[in-house]
Each structure stands twice: as C-alpha cells, then as structure tokens.
C-alpha cells in the first residue's frame, strides 16, 4: 500500500508540515524546529526506505486524480528520483537537527516563518526531483526558488542585497526555462516528459526545437549555478544564515543539475541533441573553466563561507561535466558525486556554523592552533571532509573523482582528465592551508612562558553529532562506494 | 596460492595499536610498550609468510569490493613479503632508538609522533602488500598523508615549508598514479599485479604506452627521490631523525622504488620496457640522478643532508637494477633494497645520536667526536664503506650483481657509473671519518656515548650489514628470495 504511494507522500511530508507549523508557533513559537526536524526526519526515513525496497524495479508512474498524461500530471518514482530523495532529505534532515542552537542566536524571532519556507522549500526540490512534466517542472522550481530567497534574506545584513541579486537572476532562469517550454510545446503539443522523448525522434530538427533546449538548459544552468551563470552563488551563500546555507549549498544546485540530466539526458536524449548542437562540448568546457575558477577563487578567499560557496561552484563542474560525456561511468560519476558532495559540502558548512556560533566569525586568518583543542569534534569532521574534498582515497571524494576520470579516459578527452587532476591539487592547497593552520602551531607567535590552557568549547551535542555524522558517513561510503554505483548503474537510461 | 587473512593482519596491526598509543597518551613508558608491541607483532606476522615466499606461493587475502569487479586485495608475493619484511624488521629497532631519542631531545607531541609511525608502517605493509593498482594507490596516498604530521613535527617555519613542499611533491605524484591506474584500466580491463606485466603482449600505440609509462614514473619518482623531482627529501630532513632514518631512507622511499619495480616487473613487464624504449629513459634518469646526488652531496655541510643525497643516489641505484631488464641486474636492484636499508637507517641513528648527544649537526664540528663515541662511529664507519661497496659489507654484493648485470645485458655504462659512484661515495664520508676520528676536538670532555636506547639499535643494524654481507641468505634468505622474485620476472614466456 504504501509502495503505490510513496511518490506522494514524501513531497507531501514537507506540504504537510509547512502548514502545520504556522498554525502550531500560534501556540508555542519554539516548536517550529523540533516539528520541521520531525517532518523531515519522516520524508527522509520514507525516502530510504523507497530506495531500499525500489531498487531495480519498474519506474513507478503516480497520475494524479488517475488522470493519466498527457491530460494529467505525472509523479515518476524510478532508481533515478529515488536516489536523489533519499539523499536530499537525508541531508535536510541532519541540518535541521544541526540548526537547533542555531535559530535562537541568527534568528529568534522568525523561527515560525524560517521552518515553514525550509519545508516549503523542500517540497519544491522534491517536486521537481519527482515530476514527469515540464510544466509542472517550472511550478515546483518557482516554489523551491521563492523559498529559497526569503531563507536566504534571513540572515546578515548584506543577506536581503544577496538575495535581492539572487531573485533576479533567478527569475531571469526560470522565465527562460518557461519560455523554452513554451517552445517546446507548440512543437510537439505535450508538455509530458516521456511524451516528449518518444516524439522527438519523429520530428525533424527544427529551428524552435533548438531554441527550446537552449533556454531551457540556460534557464536550469543559471539555476545550477554553472560558470559563467553562477555570479549570485558566492554572495547568497555567504550572507545567509548558517542553516540555510548549510540547507541551501548542498541540495540546491544539484537538484537543478539534476533537473538537468532529467532534461538533456531522458527526455532528449544527448545523441539527438549534438546531432544539432554542440550541447554536450560546451556544457563539458563550461564545467571544466567552472572546476577552474571556482578552485581559484576558493584559494583567494578569506573567509570560511565565501571559501566553501566558490567551492561548491567548482564542484557542480564535476557534476556537470560527468553526465555531459553522455556515457554510463560518467552519469554514475557524477551522480555519486551529486551524493558525496551533498554530504561534504553539508558536513563543511556546519563546521562553519560551528565555529561562527562558538567564536562568532569563520574567518580563516584568524584560525590558529588552539581551535584544535578547542573544537576537537569539529576539526576532526572538517578534516575528514577537506581530504575527502581534495580526493583523497579511501574518502568518498576519491570515487566519485576516480568514475568520472574513468568516463574521461574512456572518452579519451585528454583535456577534461587534466582539469580533473589539477583541480584535485588546488583543493589541497585551499584545504591543506586552513589544516596548518589549525594543528601546527604558528611559530611566528612567540610562546610566552606556560603555554594558555584552552578548554573546550565545542558548539552543543546537537551540532556536533550531525557534523560528526556527516564526516564519518563519508568513509562509509567511500568503503561502501559498490552498492550504491551498481543501484546508479541500474538507474542510468 | 593460499587464501588467508594473515596479509591483511599484517596491516592493521600496527593501526590497531593507534588507538592504545593515543589513549596512553600520559604514561609514556605504557605508550611506547604498546608501539614495540606492535612491532614486534607485526614483525612476527610477516615473518610467517617468509616460507609461503620462499617457496613461491602467494597468500592472497580477498576482502570487499573497492570498485566494481575490483576487490581490495592483499597479495604477500615474494617481492611484497621481502619489502615488508625489511620495513617491518628494522621498525623494530627504530622504536627502540626512537624512545632514546624522542626523550633524550625533548621533543613535543610524542604522543602524535608514535601514533603517525604506527599508522606509515602499516601505510607500508599494505604497499608491500596491494595485489592490484587501486589498493596500492590507496595505501600509497594513506602513506602520504601519515608522513606528513611527522615531516613537520618540530612546527618551526623550516617544517613547516618542508611539509608544505613534500605534500605538493607527493599529492601531484599521487594525482598522476591515479590517472596512469585509470589509464591502465580503460585500456587493459584489469588492475591486478601480473608478474611479466599487465601490457605483456596487448598491441597501443607507442605514444600511448610511453605516456602511461611516464604517468605512472611521475606517480612514483617522487617518493623514489628520482631526479629532477627529488628535492623534497634534502627538505624533509627537518623531520626528527628517526623518520628520517626509517621513513626517508626505508619506508617511505623504499615504497617508491617498490613502485618503481611493481611497474617495471608487474604492470608494464620487462618485455614491453625494452620494445618501447622505456628502459633507457628509466636508465638515463637512474644514471644522472647517482651521479648528480653524489656530486651534491659534497657541496652539503649539514651531515643530515648530507645523508640525504647520498640516500637520493642509492635509490637510484635500485632503478637503475630495474631499468637493466636482466635477471641478474634486477636481483642486484632488490638486493639493494635490503643493503641500502641496514647500511642508512645505521648513518642515520649515528647522525641522531650525535645530535642529542653533542647537538652538533655539521660535518665541520665533528672532530674528534670518535673518541667520546666509539661504538657510534665505528658503526658510522662500516655503514659508510658499505655504501661505497666495499666488501664484506652487504652494500658490496648488491653492487657487484648490479654491475654483473649490466655484463650480463651487455652493457658498459652502468658498470663505469657505479665505480665512479662508488668513488664518490668514499670522496663524500671520508670527511666525516677523518674528521671524527683524526682530527682534534673541543668540548667533548664529559661527554660519553648516547643512551642506550639509541646505541644498541645502531650496533644491531651496523652488525647486520656486516652479516648480511658475508652470510646474505643469514636468517630469512633475502638472497635467494631476491633472486627467485628476478628470475620469476623473466621465466614467463
């Protein structure tokens, strides 16, 4: 019973609770996190177990209002979508236990309108993670992107600037994805994904056909943040509060890759499409010049955050340029990597909030060698994380690194292999430099008689663990890189 | 072949012991106890796959899979049980020497020093030790990162620079062995060491086979010290003696000439070397590098830097063996991992003991430090006539199959650069001796040879190569097993 209908419930966990929420914080204000962490902990809990009884079975296709397509809309729950649930919600789930602390010191008193968005929020990523229709794709875009600029003004004082630059782009993304649905449906009348893909090959290629994927891929690029459309991302994520940026960095821009493989991939089908345009070679350069200059720019930065979201700009290249080579390892690459980086980048940016909570800055020139002693927990969860950034074996980083630079060598495209390699160094040295800093001691500080006892400080249990959590889950599952690659490897098309 | 777990409990042996080192961490004598514990442990571990070895059969232990169809396998062949057995031996007594010295210097942060040691041998054992590329490369990197907090551990500007230089070395060599693995697999289907070669008999192009080729020495000539890219190791000396003694003359570099012979014998086979050229190009490399270290050693007034290039030379001595593509000359090679080991790591306990002793690291203020440290430089004295080759040191034998080798292959060069190399060698210690022995000294009055601790290992190691000289098959037969492993290489056909 509950098999038919897991494709609803989950998104709906999240409708549900950012309902519940406003009516509940009439009462009790407090309770908005504990409510939220609890929605979320359930999507999340129905999302796994989605994954672990759907493996290699039949997509499952939800019409609702059983008005089948191309009338009604369609939920489609295949290994895919399932895959990208479970570790979306899961990811929510930890940062939102993380977030407990958090909310009373960056913000107290819109905790009711915080928590209602965040679940707002995720059933727009969780809506587009499931729908099989290109329109309704847009509506469910439009809900997570909304979100996602009230939780992003929440936070410091440039924060409402940030997210003002934010919406315009943003919007600017999402009316050209429509205008490309548009398109597309004056060509072929459906607006249903699978529809689309088995008329496609029927209809010549035609001069609207194209435009439609060009805006379309624009529109989602802008919201993947894909170099050269990713001039919103550093200044959003850094000025947001710690939770969403936390919340919003992980799952936010791979979603919308993920919506891009969805498109380019399943519904056009790569070979038609460079059988018209170059697409694939050019999102492929784009990715490597975004591996660069994200990588680059996180070496210049100085702070914490700014760091992390030039980071994250780089590492939505490798994503990018996996399903890009249009081959089985390369999706399976950058699929694991869409995992791996979720619970990285999570991981890192709770050490971030961690350590703005505790010393009330994450600012990296400031960092010495008594954060160490102070944060054990913490730094222990950070380090784990930035070898597992840079591709350090047996960390996950390293696989998802290692099938992606299987699926170049495969497409002997040497360059692409040289981005890779070099963008693993260049995480080094953005990672290895806060790493000095934090466990050897500065020798240009000279010691003055008995070194100062530094007790520990570590931020509440509720922020360590899911931080730990985090570290730790990413060797398990680089160890345990094998079931998840043969799960993908039944999901690729 | 056998199927046992014994390899892999070689590995995890000492990592076990981390745990206990780190939790004994304020009763120094408990800690130190819980290291030689595991080292002899680990020893006699190894030790019980010496008669597997010797008589040509392989303890294979097969555990999960790292990769799809690709296991993390540990294989104990003859070469992998000779190398663990001479890094495993001889960290026995650098434990003992390092108590002696760790305390006699007053060192900081023991407790990290000896948990980091712990964790590079067992690094070491799973490089003597990985059946298959992947594992080898995880191992390789896992090695990397644990030697790291040990280069820098006296956290002055000086370790600090010489860490940041070894992880730039060593990351960039780590980056490029993944790629020349995952070109290996692309093109050949397989991972798995194969004596006679991976490549032995498939048909690429030249081009392709030279640049995996060059990949794969990139990947390990760093840490073999291979010129131009061995700067690092002169660097490294900033590290406590012991390391360097262990580490920089045994484990860590030992680990890239391994690397060296694995490739050379097991991934790209003697055969395919000699049909691309490869083993003039690993030759010249070999040739320039003994030349050129032995000329800079010279130059060095530092006698731990001294001891440095002379180590840089006689790594190349090793290639060198391999780069002949004989029998008799890759015999000599692997002989001479075993010589180089006994013959250094006693050089680098007297440089150790010289300076907790007297704190005198410069070759200009030796003088007459023999008379106050007999037993100190009279082992100083065979290990260095040793390593010019003079008999019955066990440096003389290695040298002498290298040099028959080459007859062998018909070659005259090799044999001319190591007469001179050995002429070199005496050119750049006799220094040392006359000065510790004929020269006058100041300031030696109540002082008397190091502790214990410190002198009994240096006897120990300064005796074996004298041993090992007369009777090489003494004890485990490293002799035959050297030649056994050399002649396997060559036998297929």
Known sequence: MIESHLPVYIPFTFLAFSLVIPLLAIWKDDWSQPVATAGAGGAALLSLYGVLTHAGSEPLRYYFGGWPPPVGIEFVYDGLSAFMLAVVNIVTFLVLIHSRKIRLAEFASKQMAFYSVVMLMMLGFNGMILTGDLFNMFVFLEIASLSGYALIAIGGKPAPVAAFRYLIIGTVGGSLYLLGVGFLYNVTGTLNMKDVADMLPLIAAERSLVTALILMAVGIGIKSALFPMHGWLPDSYTHASSTSSALIAPIGTKVAAYVLIRILLFTFGLEQINAVVPLTTILGLLACAGILYGSIMAIAQFELKRMLAYSSVAQIGYIILGFSLGSVLGLIGALLHVLNHAVMKACLFMVAANLRLQEGHSDIRRMDDSYRLKYPGTMAAFTLAALSMIGLPPLAGFFSKWYLALAVIEKSNWLFLVVLLVSSLLNAVYFFRILEKVYLKNPKIQETGAPPITPRQEPPASMLWPTLILGVMLLALGLGNVPIVNFLEGAAP | MIESFTPLYAVICSLAAVPLIVLSSRRPNLREFWTILAALVKFGIVLSLLPHAAAGTTVTAKLFEIAPGVPLLLKADPLGVYFALIASGLWIFTSFYSIGYMRGAGEKKQTRYFAYFAICLSATMGIAFAGNLLTFVLFYEMLTLATYPLVVHKETQKAIDAGRQYLVYTLTAGVLLVAATGLTYIFTGTMDFKAGGIFRGTSLAPAVMISIFLLFLGGV?????????????????????????????????????????????????????????????????????????????????????????????????????????????????????????????????????????????????????????????????????????????????????????????????????????????????????????????????????????????????????????????????????????????????
């Open chain 2, 221 to 493: 000539a760093v840490k073999a010290g291979i010129m131009p890219v061995h700067s690092w190791l002169p660097t490294a000396m900033a590290a406590p003696t012991p390391v360097s003694a262990l580490l920089h003359a045994v484990a860590v570099v030992k680990s890239g000439v391994f690397g060296v012979v694995r490739v050379v014998g097991f991934v790209i086979g003697p055969e395919a070397m000699s049909e691309f050229g490869l083993n003039d190009i690993l030759f010249a490399l070999a040739g320039f590098t003994i030349i050129m270290a032995s000329l800079l050693a010279f130059r060095q007034e530092n006698l731990k830097r001294r001891l440095a290039y002379s180590t840089v030379a006689h790594l190349s001595y090793i290639v060198l063996g391999a780069s002949l593509i004989t029998p008799l000359g890759m015999t000599g090679g692997i002989m001479h991992i075993a010589a180089h080991a006994t013959m250094k790591i006693t050089l680098f306990f007297c440089a150790g003991a010289i300076y907790v002793n007297l704190h005198r690291e410069d070759i200009a203020e030796l003088n007459g430090i023999a008379k106050v440290m007999p037993w100190t430089m009279g082992a100083f004295t065979i290990g260095a006539i040793g390593l010019a080759g003079i008999p019955p040191i066990n440096g003389f034998l290695s040298k002498w199959f290298l040099a028959v080798g080459a007859l062998e292959g018909g070659m005259i060069l090799p044999v001319a650069i190591l007469v001179l190399s050995g002429l070199l060698n005496i050119g750049y210690f006799f220094p040392i001796i006359r000065n510790a022995y004929f020269n006058e000294g100041e300031h030696l009055e109540g002082h008397t040879e190091a502790s214990p601790f410190m002198v009994a290992p240096i006897v120990i190691t300064a005796a074996l190569s004298v041993l090992f000289g007369i009777f090489p098959n003494l004890f485990f037969g490293l002799f035959d097993l050297a030649g056994a492993i050399a002649a396997g290489l060559f036998a297929i056909k």
